[in-house]
């Protein structure tokens, strides 16, 4: 056979079989999926909240919602069979003290799952917020902590109409044991189990397999395939495997031509549809949501040229810099640090080593934009004011989001590398959950075949 023809043969074998094989960590059943959000939820009230109740002083919290009008925090703790709250639930967790289960009670007519007993009687006590009053009565917290805070929405879920119904019916002795539960609220939804952290990884390594598979030749066709194309395929693929997404992804282009980088067209205004061409520098910004846990990942694919074999040495140096920007970065993170100070000194480490640097860092977990520490917004490099004052905890999750800024001789301007990847900060530090994107990806893929 002609060795032109059986090098051709080979490269087609190979392309078709490498692009096929995504390796997918088994999804869970729906059955499944709600015995272990149950199993965490339980865990987790146990093991989780009575610390952070102690640290903040706390010994009653009430989360408090109507059905279709959800509090954040609520929605964390309904058992998986229920996708909302009904009616008014009133949801009661008392610290007994060091030694005691926290006390979990649902001043409703329904049990909430296994973790909090219905404690309210309609028949004995026609009046739910009575019923409240006798159950706080019984107890005698100190401080009764409730859903409101100017600087995290997630916590700040209590509505007028029930925090003025609440008020009349303590009366003026027991309202003056209401504080606000932001940073239990906080600390509630940004702590990870240690059960939360075994199975993220799987989380993360399914939306890492879908960028992966999204960008290669098995999608993506340069001169027909459209960055438009690629985000609905992305959005099938999340239905194809049974799961959902947090937000609409996004797929752009950077390439040799007189556009420049655009923060609002990047970051707020969704990416015009392009023809994806050789010489094309993708971006994609991702996430999905699966057993309550949420992902955020942005990576880079590179449209061989013919004749190409890898990316231009400017844009892997482009690359290195992004890279480099996230090991400063993370290098930072010390418990006790506000996200301020995080920023800050990142910012400066950066511009010294001679690299453009942008931070925007958000916390994740049961939200994609999660409760927490902000280290950065990509409109505010000079620090975010309150949730940017918030100390760094351990047992915490962020998506490590940033972007380095590289001029390019040869297309003469000045591209990003914007990088977004989920990691876990301990008492070791920071690791990527799902490990970090070093190389930028190649459509198609390479493979190094002798045809001596």
């Known amino acids: 056979m002609n060795t032109k023809l059986l090098t051709l043969l080979l490269l087609i074998l190979f392309f078709s ?12 059943s729906m059955q499944e999926r709600a015995r272990v959000i149950d199993e965490i939820l339980e865990e987790r009230l146990q093991t989780i909240l009575p610390p952070i109740m102690r640290k903040e002083g706390i010994d009653m919290w009430l989360v408090i919602s109507r059905e279709y009008n959800e509090d954040p925090v609520i929605k964390t703790m309904l058992p998986a069979t229920w996708l909302a709250a009904r009616r008014r639930t009133i949801l009661v967790m008392y610290d007994q003290g060091e030694g005691k289960p926290l006390e979990t009670l649902a001043v409703a007519r329904y049990d909430v799952g296994t973790g909090f007993k219905s404690a309210w009687d309609k028949e004995k006590q ?26 995290w929405a997630h916590a ?5 109409t029930d925090y003025e119904e609440l008020k009349a019916a303590l009366g003026k002795k027991n309202s003056t044991k209401l504080v606000s539960a932001e940073k239990v609220a906080v600390g509630w939804l940004e702590t990870r189990s240690a059960r939360e952290m075994a199975i993220y990884p799987q989380i993360v390594r399914i939306a890492h397999e879908i960028i992966d598979e999204a960008f290669s030749g098995s999608v993506i066709h340069p001169g027909i395939t459209t960055t438009d194309d690629v985000v609905w395929w992305m959005r099938e693929k999340i239905r194809e495997l049974k799961l959902t997404t947090w937000f609409h992804p996004s797929v752009s282009v950077q390439r040799g031509d007189s556009e420049s980088f655009d923060h609002l067209r990047s970051f707020s205004k969704r990416p015009e549809k392009n023809v994806i061409m050789p010489g094309d520098l993708l971006h994609c910004d991702f996430g999905i949501t699966y057993l309550r846990l949420n992902t955020d990942t942005q ?3 590179y449209i061989l040229r013919p004749g190409e074999t890898e990316a231009p040495e400017y844009l892997k140096v482009a690359f290195k810099n992004g890279n480099r920007l996230q090991d400063i970065f993370t290098n930072n993170f010390k418990e006790g640090k506000t996200g301020n100070q995080v920023l800050k000194e990142s910012r400066e480490a950066a511009i010294a080593e001679g690299i453009k640097p942008s931070i925007y860092t958000h916390p994740i977990g049961y939200h994609g934009h999660a409760a927490g520490t902000t280290l950065g917004m990509w409109d ?19 998506s490590i989001e940033l972007n380095a800024s590289t001029f390019i001789k040869e297309w003469d301007k000045e591209i990003r590398i914007m990088l977004e990847e989920d990691a876990y900060f301990d008492k070791d530090g920071v ?4 490990g970090r994107q070093t190389e930028i990806l190649l459509i198609p893929r390479v493979s190094k075949i002798n045809t001596d």
């Open 17 to 28: 079989t490498a692009q096929a094989q995504h390796n997918y960590p088994t999804i869970l």
């Open 126 to 151: 026609p009046d739910q917020w009575q019923r409240l009053v006798e159950i706080i009565n019984e107890r005698n917290p100190q401080k009764i902590g409730i859903n409101m805070s100017t600087d």
């Open 156 to 160: 700040d879920g209590l509505v007028v």
């Open 299 to 301: 990576q880079h694919a």
């Open 380 to 398: 505010s490099q000079g620090g975010v004011p309150g949730d940017g004052d918030y100390p760094l905890h351990l047992n915490t999750a962020y």
């Open 431 to 434: 690791r990527y959950i799902d």
